[in-house]
């Protein structure tokens, strides 16, 4: 029997992505929960997993091409057996899942024409962290057991009391289960829990839709000149994630008034310190970095600095102060900037963080971060120092307020008692949101992370 496998839905407000992979293609066997394309959308690419199993008959989609959420994939005869390229889901999961449904048998077009996703999406019951359908028949199942659960993420959480099919659902749209506050019978997490947590997180990532590209401002663009005039030229597509920067950039531009801070760190005794220790972070997984260690002071520096850690709420007449310490890191990619975040700085030790931000930027530039890791930042670090540079003026990362810029560190002349000695400076840069900080407070931050990374005991005395 031929079944038409449909892009699920990929997370809350997403309707399409770009389809930056096709992994199958006619004749293959395939099984249920296998990746077959992978679809990039404004905030994470993602791996989508057939929610059938039998061999692929048509492929519906290519590279490149735009795709809408129930647009037809694959038309696969079910059934037909095969190999599968990939491990079967964990029995356990299995168990937990309901059937598939069969998807509808009406084709549709792919790509930009497709048709608006079905009311009742396909569903698949994937252990990945992958883009799956939503199941709409959550509340009527009969209530299963209690799974046990995973250590929470978050450092002092307790693991939260909720039913596999919720944290299927959890996990299909790239929510962690265990930040979830549950609303049911004993605080158990409800599907709508984690459909609310999701809507939260969107607008935390600046999901509140931003203007379209070129309307920052309120201004529509200027008409562009006809280039061909002039020579040769060649028009490209914008990636998901170029316009999703370009526009979110545009935003902040254009609506936070920011100013730059500049100041040096002398570096000189932390490289030694790198050096001496780099080994025994290597030895647990990480790279003791600038960027790691930037990291750690920054949460200390916001405990001491509150009004970094905050956001404006500018229809509320108020502001939000987080208590907790998640630090962005802009990570260079081949797909552009993306900006994964590191959790709870503020309670890891350095090794720690050194062995999360490798593992952070490694996923982020082999496209397997999850929305959950894009997401929740209460400042940034951008570093370009490995690329080189001495000075820039980052954008604050909406809806953050601060965001520090890091340049490539130099032995430089600096005169201390009376002479000029060579001493190894970090220009560094911090911009931020004039509403909610003033001059003065950004210069004593600034100061104050100098200092503490030329006197590193300065974060436990005061951080
Ligand atoms: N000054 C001098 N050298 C530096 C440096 C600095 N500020 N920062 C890093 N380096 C060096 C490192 O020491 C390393 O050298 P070795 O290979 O000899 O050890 C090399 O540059 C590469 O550093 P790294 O990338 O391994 O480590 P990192 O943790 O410092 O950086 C990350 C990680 C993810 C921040 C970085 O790889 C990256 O992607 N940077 C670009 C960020 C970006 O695009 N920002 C712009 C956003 S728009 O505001």
């Not at 839905?9 to 293959?28: Q, R, Y």
């Not at 939260?200 to 309120?218: I, Q």
């Not at 200027?222 to 526009?247: C, H, K, N, Q, Y």
């Not at 890091?406 to 009376?418: A, D, K, M, Q, Y």
Request: glycine share 8%.
């Amino acid at each position: 029997m031929a079944t038409e496998f449909k892009l699920p839905e990929l997370g809350e407000n997403i309707e399409s992505g770009k389809v930056t992979s096709v992994m199958v293609a006619v004749g293959d066997a395939i099984e249920k929960d296998q990746p077959v394309i992978e679809v990039e959308t404004d905030k994470a690419a993602l791996e989508v997993p057939s929610s059938v199993s039998g061999t692929v008959k048509e492929v519906r989609v290519k590279e490149g091409q735009d795709i809408a959420v129930g647009a037809v994939v694959l038309v696969v005869e079910e059934g037909a057996g095969g190999t599968a390229k990939e491990k079967p889901a964990k029995a356990e999961e299995k168990k937990a899942a309901p059937p598939a449904k069969e998807a509808g048998k009406k084709e549709e077009p792919a790509g930009k024409e497709a048709a608006p996703p079905q009311k009742a999406p396909v569903k698949s019951e994937s252990p990945k962290n992958a883009a799956i359908a939503r199941d709409e028949r959550e509340p009527e199942e009969p209530e299963e057991p209690e799974e046990a659960e995973a250590p929470a993420r978050r450092a002092g959480a307790a693991p939260v009391a909720a039913s596999p099919s919720v944290r299927r659902l959890a996990r299909e749209i790239g929510v962690d289960v265990n930040q979830v506050a549950g609303s049911g019978k004993g605080g158990r997490v409800t599907p709508e829990d984690v459909k609310a947590y999701a809507r939260r997180m969107n607008v935390d990532a600046g999901g509140v839709a931003p203007p379209r590209l070129g309307r920052a401002g309120e201004e529509a663009p200027l008409p562009l000149p006809d280039f061909a005039r002039w020579g040769e030229i060649e028009r490209r597509d914008m990636s998901t994630v170029r316009r999703r920067t370009a526009e979110r950039l545009a935003h902040a531009w254009a609506t936070i008034p920011h100013v730059t801070q500049f100041d040096k760190a002398d570096v000189t005794a932390l490289e030694e310190l790198r050096k001496r220790y780099a080994k025994q972070v290597e030895a647990a997984g990480g790279k003791l970095t600038v960027t790691a260690i930037l990291a750690k002071v920054i949460a200390a520096a916001l405990r001491k600095f509150p009004q970094f850690n905050s956001t404006l709420d500018f229809e509320h007449e108020q502001i939000i102060y987080k208590q907790y310490c998640h630090i962005g890191i802009a990570v260079d990619t081949d797909r552009g900037l993306l900006v994964p975040v590191l959790r709870d700085v503020d309670s890891k030790n350095l090794t720690q963080i050194c062995v999360e931000l490798t593992e952070l930027a490694e996923r982020a530039r082999t496209k397997k971060t999850t929305l959950d890791e894009m997401q929740g930042g209460c400042f940034t670090i951008s570093n370009l120092g490995g690329i080189g540079g001495t000075a820039f003026t980052p954008i604050v990362n909406e809806p953050e307020v601060a965001i520090l810029g890091v340049s490539r560190s130099v032995l430089e002349p600096v005169f201390i008692n009376g002479e000029f000695r060579p001493r190894t400076m970090l220009p560094l840069s911090l911009s931020y949101d004039h509403r909610v900080i003033d001059g003065a407070d950004g210069a004593r931050f600034l100061r104050w992370v100098c200092e503490a990374i030329e006197n590193p005991f300065l974060v436990f005395l005061e951080g």
